[in-house]
């Protein structure tokens, strides 16, 4: 399922499952908080995830992140 995201959207989901704030993570990845949020929408969509806490379950089910 984690084919379906762009290298981007991967990195994002990565650091959403970290527990970086959308602020956080468009000053590391030095883009806008906006175009994080549009990211996280996408992510959401094609993951079937609806909450923060559904997509850090689904990076650490699908080896996004490690504990």
């Not at 970290?18 to 883009?31: R, Y």
Request: net charge positive.
């Amino acid at each position: 399922m984690t084919e379906q995201l762009t290298p981007r959207e991967f990195e994002v989901l990565g650091l959403l499952a970290m527990g970086f704030m959308n602020p956080e993570i468009a000053e590391q990845l030095v883009v806008s908080v906006r175009t994080v949020e549009a990211h996280r929408s996408a992510i959401l969509r094609k993951t079937g995830c609806r909450t923060r806490a559904e997509l850090t379950a689904f990076a650490l089910d699908h080896g996004v992140v490690r504990r």
